[in-house]
Each structure stands twice: as C-alpha cells, then as structure tokens.
C-alpha cells in the first residue's frame, strides 16, 4: 500500500509526464523553427553580448541581432536562388536551341568517335549503343522536365509560402532566446537533477561541438566555393558562378560534398575533348578543393570538440536523414552530450 507521499510523488510525476508530451504536441509542428532558432541563438550569442554590452539594453541588443542574422541568412540564400534561377533557364534555353538545331546530335556522335566512345564501344553491347538515341532522349527529358516543373509550380508556391512562415517565426524565437536566453538556460539547468559540475561539463561540451560544427562546416564551405568557382572561370566553363555556389552548397552533402559539381565538369571537359582543362580540373578539385574538405573541417571541429572524425562523420550523416537539414547540427550535438555523458559515468560509476 502507498502511503500519502508515495501517492502524491505518482501522481506528481504523471501529471507532469502528461503535461510534457501534451506540449510537444502542440509544439511540435514548429519544432524545426525552434531548433534552427537554438543553433543560430548559440552560435551568436557571443556576438550578442557584445552588443548588449554597448547599447544596454536587451531588447534593442536582441532585436538588431535578430535583423543581423535575418541578412546573413536572406543574403546567400536570394543570391543562390536568383543565380540558380537565372542560368537554370538559361540553360535550358540554351538546351533547347542546341537540340534543335541539331548540335547535340552532333555532339553525341562527335562523342562517340573520340577516346571515351571507342572505350564504350568495346565495353558496352554493340545493340546497345545502336539502339539507343541519346540526343532524342535528352530533348524528350528536358521537355518533360519543364512540363513537370510547371506542373508543380501550385505546390512551389505553397512550399515557398510556407518556408517563408517558418522563417518568419524562427526570427521570432530567435528574437526571445537571445533576450531570454540566460534566464532560461539557467532556469533549465537548476532543474536538472545532476551535480553542478557535471552540468557544466555537459552544456560546455554541447556549445563547444555546436560552434565548432557550424564555423568548420561555414569556413569549409566558403573556401570549397570560391576556389571551385575560380577554376571554372580560368577554364571558362559554362555557368561558372552558378557552379561555384553549387560546389558551396554540396559541401554540406557529407557524401562527395564539391565534388558532386567538379567531378562532372571534369566529365564533360573530357567530352569535348579538351584534355588540359579536364586534367587540370581534376588535379585542382582534388588536390585543393576536395583537400580542404578533408583537413580545415576535421581541423576545426576535431580539434576542439575532442571526439572523433569517423564518429562526427557518421553523426552529421545520420542526423541529416533524420532530421533533414538541421541534422547536420543536431546528430553531433547529441553525440557530443553521450560522450558527455559517458565521461561522467567513467568518472562516477565505473569505479
């Protein structure tokens, strides 16, 4: 039989653990809005304080962080989106001139007579490559490309509509964690049922990936693009700004990063027949932009988080098909809290 405290502890504990999920439930339809706001809040709130140190006010200090970090954000993502725009429909354009005009078909048997087309030929069915009419199969696939893009241009809309929402409330949140944030990081750590020094251990270790994670990913991203971006200029390759954005972009893909957009460049240098540019392509995508990706990321990040690159490795992978975008920072964040919480468990319990 429970005695009177017993009881009231039960019922405490389930009516807490009720009022839990029932907030998550109502929360979790902006649970992606909060978590970007979390990261973005931690990543600069020591710019934050800066701020605040020289206005004194933390409203203001939080409100001109909120619009500093809105630019950061709007400003590549509207210069990607409006390059990308712009050379996607010209090259379509392009695509479409050329196949009517019969170039590509050209091309394709142009193709087919240099050192990669006589390769195919010997490994590839003679049937095969007869029956096959590439040129037709790249217009009929443009064209259908275009009718399925317009096709869903209803659901673009609404997507974008609703992206623009989603960035609009996590503007909001971010606006309160930096106002609020070290009143609720601390009212959430005294609650923590946990030695104090232990707590410090684990919120240490937490900010401490986070940053590393985010600047290693943002410096490695940068320095990928703009060396990618050079090399296509020097070796006037079609739509080299748009590429030096994709090679950006993809080197936040753990698997290939730049070279998903190097590598088939160097393809269609080889293509047209112009062996220089695609051998010196390929020295300079691996040798120096796919180079950076294998040692200022692991520099950064390893380096001050003290875990390991294969486990990180696998952390942004598995926390990016998880939790899509944002689980490039969420899957090391939650690593880095069990190493925490292994460390403590080695120090306290193992013994």
């Not at 990607?80 to 196949?99: H, I, M, P």
């Not at 392509?281 to 003290?306: A, E, K, M, Q």
């Not at 294969?310 to 942004?316: P, S």
Request: net charge positive; hydrophobic share 60%.
């Amino acid at each position: 039989m429970l005695s009177r405290e017993q009881l009231f502890t039960v019922f405490f504990f389930a009516v807490l653990a009720f009022l839990l999920y029932q907030l998550y439930a109502v929360l979790s339809p902006f649970l992606g809005a909060f978590t970007w706001a979390a990261v973005l809040a931690l990543v600069f709130f020591p710019l934050y304080r800066v701020v605040l140190m020289r206005v004194r006010r933390p409203s203001l200090a939080a409100a001109a962080m909120t619009v500093l970090v809105a630019i950061l954000v709007i400003g590549p993502v509207a210069t990607f989106g409006g390059v990308a725009a712009s050379q996607a429909r010209n090259f379509y354009e392009l695509f479409q001139q050329k196949a009517a005009s019969g170039e590509i078909r050209a091309w394709v048997e142009q193709l087919r007579q240099n050192r990669l087309g006589r390769m195919a030929d010997r490994v590839l069915p003679r049937d095969l490559l007869k029956s096959v009419d590439l040129p037709a199969m790249g217009v009929d696939g443009a064209q259908k490309a275009s009718e399925y893009l317009i096709g869903k241009l209803g659901d673009l809309a609404a997507n974008l509509f609703g992206v623009i929402v989603d960035f609009f409330l996590m503007l909001v949140i971010l606006f309160f964690f930096f106002r609020d944030g070290r009143r609720l990081y601390f009212s959430f750590r005294d609650i923590l049922p946990m030695e104090p020094e232990n707590k410090d251990t684990i919120f240490g270790q937490l900010y401490e990936t986070l940053s590393a994670v985010v600047q290693g990913m943002v410096v490695t991203a940068l320095l990928q693009g703009f060396l990618a971006w050079i090399a296509f200029w020097a070796l006037d390759l079609p739509f080299s700004l748009f590429l030096g954005l994709a090679s950006a972009a993809a080197s936040f893909v753990p698997l290939g990063g730049a070279a998903l957009v190097w590598i088939p460049a160097v393809i269609y240098f080889f293509t047209q027949g112009l062996w220089i540019r695609a051998l010196l392509l390929l020295l300079w995508g691996t040798f120096v932009v796919s180079l950076i990706d294998n040692v200022i990321r692991p520099l950064v990040i390893g380096s001050r988080t003290n875990i390991s690159t294969l486990f990180l490795f696998f952390a942004i992978l598995g926390g990016l098909q998880v939790y899509g975008l944002v689980g490039i920072f969420v899957g090391p964040v939650l690593l880095a809290t069990l190493v925490s919480f292994l460390k403590i468990y080695r120090e306290q319990y193992a013994r």
